[in-house]
């Protein structure tokens, strides 16, 4: 086989043989101008409305009565705030990998999907954020964890991990943002040169910048776009280390342990990628977009989550035989609990849903198969949900004093929170579908463009 033909093979995995500079701004642009509003996505935003009212009201509750409507007790003080905000943390990291680490890296197949899971970064950070706020029982004060100028000389603790998380999150939600939007400027452009609409398309061309598609144009946008991905990098590690240190710095028997840092890194690629998959599938069934998102394209994100699955099975193995080889009591039955106590119901279900279920990707059919695969990263998702419950939750019920043993009961409100953050997260989603394109026109064009120059 000669390299041209290996260069077509690699094409067509990636585009439709057919595809055209054209047809791409075309089926990528009409979801945005032309298609009109269907009952699929009409039912998915009042779905997301319906949860975003219930938010506002758990929030009312909370602010009225105050955090004793959660079901935190002594020594369960992290409860499911906690829990929550590190899922969603861990949802977020696939974005900033895809558009950063993959493009740095020419990862090709990163091209159609790139645009949503950033998009998905975006919304995970905002449901995460909201979480610490809350939980700081104060949170009209939520400014004195900025390290501002203060006349008085207070200066915020910055040995405290809450702190450490403010500054985690807002780095990581700002330079996602600007990578997000950096990266969105020329298709806005296209869609403020292609829409009929008057007032959209001011709206557009005031997003797009002045972008007028000229080389000195595109010359500065590559170097920023480049500078950008560099600098977004080393937040994919850095965030998750940030939030495993909580943790691993504390004295509570299983936490302090130097394994979290690069296990939290890989649970949050884990579950990261499998939240892409469940959006990119109804995408591109829904809206037609098999022609972009591929075989291909699911097939590899497959093979990144079975990859980021092995570590955190590696790091569950590594934990608990960390607490039977140094035979510390407090460790060990920290382990015998979560085998065998009161919530090892929980426990085993991670294990099911981490470690075994995501071992059916080892095969090329499973991991091609769209149904197969959107069952697999649901299961995935609930298990790293599970898994944080029992990281926060279950190893401070029972601590080092047996008098100071309690069980957690997460109460209504603590549901009806979380449940209120998905309304955040499928109106944002849904009104993103709607409003801006979901797939980045310009990189697939890039390779329409290189295809062309191969067979020239």
Request: with cysteine; proline share 5%; charged share 15%.
């Amino acid at each position: 086989m000669t390299a041209t033909t290996q260069q077509h093979d690699r094409f067509d995995d990636l585009i439709p043989a057919e595809a055209t500079y054209e047809s791409v701004t075309a089926e990528v642009a009409d979801i945005v101008l032309e298609r009109p509003v269907k009952r699929g996505w009409l039912v998915g935003m009042f779905i997301g409305f319906v949860l975003l009212n219930v938010l506002l009201v758990s929030i009312g509750w909370l602010f009225a009565i105050g955090v004793g409507v959660w079901g935190i007790n002594v020594p369960i003080a992290w409860g499911f705030a906690i829990v929550n905000f590190v899922w969603w943390i861990g949802i977020g990291h696939a974005g900033t990998l895809i558009s950063a680490i993959l493009f740095l890296l020419h990862q090709e197949w990163r091209t159609s999907i790139n645009r949503f899971a950033e998009a998905m970064t975006l919304f995970a950070v905002a449901c995460a954020g909201l979480y610490p706020l809350l939980h700081l029982g104060r949170p009209k004060f939520f400014y004195w964890l900025v390290p501002y100028p203060a006349t008085t000389g207070v200066w915020p603790q910055f040995r405290s991990p809450l702190m450490w998380d403010f500054l985690a999150v807002s780095t990581y939600g700002t330079v996602s943002l600007l990578f997000w939007y950096l990266g969105m400027v020329p298709d806005l452009a296209t869609l403020r040169d292609r829409t009929v609409g008057k007032w959209k398309a001011r709206a557009f061309g005031l997003m797009a910048l002045g972008w007028r598609n000229s080389a000195s144009h595109w010359q500065h946008y590559q170097r920023a776009y480049l500078l950008l991905a560099a600098l977004a990098t080393p937040l994919v590690v850095s965030v998750h280390t940030t939030v495993s240190w909580d943790f691993s710095t504390g004295i509570v028997p299983a936490w302090h342990s130097t394994v979290f840092p690069p296990y939290f890194v890989g649970g949050a690629i884990f579950c990261g990628f499998a939240m892409v998959l469940v959006i990119a599938i109804p995408l591109r069934h829904f809206y037609d977009l098999k022609g972009l998102i591929t075989d291909y394209h699911i097939d590899c994100m497959a093979k990144v989550m079975l990859a980021a699955g092995l570590s955190v099975s590696y790091g569950y193995t590594m934990d608990a035989w960390g607490a039977w080889y140094k035979n510390e009591p407090f460790d060990s039955y920290i382990y015998t609990n979560r085998f065998s106590g009161p919530y090892a119901g929980v426990y085993w279900g991670l294990i099911v849903c981490n470690c075994l279920i995501p071992q059916l990707l080892w095969f090329p059919k499973v991991r091609r198969h769209p149904l197969a695969l959107f069952g697999i990263a649901l299961a995935i998702n609930v298990g790293m949900w599970l898994e944080r419950f029992v990281i926060i939750s279950i190893s401070l019920h029972r601590d080092y004093m047996p008098s100071t043993w309690e069980m957690y009961y997460p109460t209504v409100w603590d549901w009806s929170l979380y449940a209120g953050t998905f309304g955040i997260f499928v109106s944002l989603l849904f009104l993103f579908l709607r409003l801006l394109p979901a797939i980045s026109m310009a990189e697939v064009r890039e390779l329409v463009h290189q295809r062309e120059e191969e067979q020239t």
